[in-house]
C-alpha cells in the first residue's frame, strides 16, 4: 500500500466511485473548503473529538468530504455522518451530543468510576488508584473474555445501535472509512460503503482483552487501533480533497522512563497505537520531498496538506486508565477541551486550508529519527 497515491485509484473496500477532478471542479472554488477528517481511537478520551466536530460543524467555511475513524474515532465518524445525512450541521451536533449522553448514562462503554472532589482538575479522572478499576484489571489479565463473557454482551452494541442508522451511513452525503485489524493477518481492514455497518464499528473498536473478536463473514476483527490510528490511505485514495484535518487524542511522546509494570504495559500500548499512524506519516513525507523535487509525475500524486487539532498539555495530565472512565462530568469536560483546541486551530491555521499544511510532519511524527537524512526512503 502506497500511502500517497493516484486520485484515481480507489481502496479495494470502498466499491463506491471515488470523486475524481471533474466532480472536484464541478463543485466550485468558491464555495466551503473541502477537508478530510481523521479521527484517532482512545476510549473515552474520543469525547475530545466530539469537542473538536461540535466546533467544527458550526464554522460553515467548511465542508466534509471523507471521515476516516478508529475505535472511538470510527464511533463518532458514523454518528457524525447519521446525523448529517439527516439533517445537516445543526442534527449532526444534536446527534453526537445524544451519543456520548447515551454513554455515560447507560455506562456503555466501562462504566463510572466516581466523581472527582470539587476542584481538583482533569487529572482526578485518572483511575489508576481506584480499587474496583484495579480489582477489574486483574481478573481481565487471567481470564479471557469468552472466559467471563460466555454469552458475548457488548453493551456497546445497544448504546451504538440507538445512535447510527446503517442505511444512512453507507448512503449518505459524507464517506466514512473504519479501520479494523484482522486477527489472523495482523493486517488493516478499512470498511465503507455497502460494507460499513453496526458489525465494523464494533470490530473498529473491540479491544481482545475486553470483548472477544467480532466476527464478519468467515473473518474476525480486533480493535483497528493496531494498524491504523486512524487510516490515512483511505481519505487519499477516494476522495477530492486534498487537506486532511487529524484529531489526535493520543500522546506521541511521554517524558521519562516506566518503571513500574503498569506503566511499561501503558506505554507499550500508546506506542503500538501509534506506530501506523508514523509509518503513513512518513510514507507522506517522502512523497511529499519527491513531488518538490519534481521527481513524480505533477499531478498524478496528492500533495497532501496536513493539519492537526490537539490538546497535548491538557490530554498529558490523563493516563490511560481515564480511557476506561464514561463518567459524565469526566465527558463533558474532555468535549469542552475539544471545542477550545478547535477554536484555537480555526483561529490559527484555519486560512491555511486549501493553500498550505500548517503541520510540520518531521518535527510533529517523526523528530526522533532527525538523525538520519530529512530524505532518506521510509
Given at each position: 500500500?502506497r ?25 466550485g472554488?468558491?464555495?466551503p ?24 460543524l ?13 475505535s ?6 458514523a ?7 439527516r ?11 445524544a ?23 482533569i487529572s ?6 481506584n480499587?474496583?478499576?484495579q ?9 479471557s ?12 452494541r ?7 442508522d ?17 486477527v ?5 481492514e ?10 465494523a ?7 481482545p482483552?475486553?470483548?472477544e473478536a ?14 491504523g490510528?486512524p ?17 489526535k487524542?493520543?500522546p ?7 518503571d ?7 506505554r507499550?500500548?500508546?506506542?503500538t497505537?501509534?506506530?501506523?499512524l508514523v ?19 505533477p499531478?498524478?500524486y ?14 498529558a495530565?490523563l493516563?490511560?486508565?481515564s ?22 486551530w ?7 486550508v ?25
Amino acid at each position: 500500500m502506497r500511502p500517497a497515491s493516484k486520485t484515481s485509484r480507489t481502496p479495494r473496500s470502498q466499491p463506491r466511485q471515488a470523486p475524481g477532478p471533474a466532480r472536484a471542479r464541478a463543485r466550485g472554488r468558491r464555495g466551503p473548503d473541502g477537508i478530510d477528517l481523521a479521527l484517532q481511537g482512545g476510549g473515552s478520551h474520543g469525547a475530545f473529538t466530539w469537542g473538536v466536530l461540535d466546533r467544527l460543524l458550526e464554522d460553515t467555511s467548511l465542508r466534509f468530504d471523507g471521515v476516516s475513524g478508529t475505535s472511538a474515532g470510527a464511533l463518532n465518524a458514523a454518528v457524525l455522518a447519521t446525523g448529517f445525512a439527516r439533517g445537516g450541521a445543526t442534527e449532526a451536533k444534536a446527534a453526537l451530543r445524544a451519543f456520548w449522553m447515551d454513554v455515560a448514562s447507560s455506562s456503555a462503554c466501562f462504566g463510572s468510576w466516581g466523581h472527582p472532589a470539587a476542584g481538583q482538575g482533569i487529572s482526578a479522572f485518572n483511575l489508576d488508584s481506584n480499587p474496583w478499576f484495579q480489582w477489574t484489571q486483574q481478573w481481565l489479565q487471567l481470564f479471557s473474555p469468552t472466559q467471563l463473557n460466555p454469552l458475548g454482551l457488548n453493551p456497546l452494541r445497544d448504546v451504538t445501535a440507538r445512535h447510527v442508522d446503517e442505511g444512512l451511513l453507507r448512503s449518505g452525503p459524507l464517506q466514512v472509512f473504519v479501520t479494523a485489524t484482522d486477527v489472523e493477518t495482523g493486517q488493516p481492514e478499512v470498511f465503507s460503503g455497502e460494507r460499513l455497518g453496526l458489525d465494523a464499528l464494533l470490530a473498529s473498536a473491540c479491544l481482545p482483552q475486553m470483548f472477544e473478536a467480532v466476527r464478519i463473514g468467515k473473518r474476525h476483527f480486533w480493535d483497528g487501533g493496531y494498524t491504523g490510528n486512524p487510516a490515512l490511505w483511505p481519505l487519499i485514495y477516494a476522495t477530492a480533497s486534498s487537506d486532511v484535518l487529524l484529531v489526535k487524542i493520543n500522546p506521541l511522546r511521554r517524558p521519562g522512563v516506566p518503571d513500574t509494570a503498569d506503566e511499561i504495559a501503558d506505554r507499550v500500548n500508546e506506542i503500538t497505537f501509534n506506530a501506523g499512524l508514523v509509518g503513513e506519516m512518513r510514507a507522506i513525507h517522502f512523497v511529499q520531498k519527491l513531488l518538490r523535487e519534481q521527481r513524480l509525475e505533477p499531478g498524478s500524486y496528492k500533495d497532501l496538506r496536513l493539519h492537526m487539532v490537539a490538546d497535548e498539555v491538557g490530554l498529558a495530565e490523563l493516563r490511560p486508565s481515564s480511557k476506561l472512565n464514561t463518567d459524565r462530568d469526566f465527558l463533558l469536560a474532555l468535549h469542552d477541551m475539544g471545542r477550545q483546541a478547535a477554536e484555537a486551530w480555526l483561529a490559527r491555521d484555519r486560512a491555511l486550508v486549501g493553500r498550505t499544511s500548517s503541520v510540520d510532519i518531521v518535527q510533529t511524527f517523526l523528530a526522533p529519527r532527525q538523525g538520519r537524512g530529512e530524505g532518506d526512503a521510509p
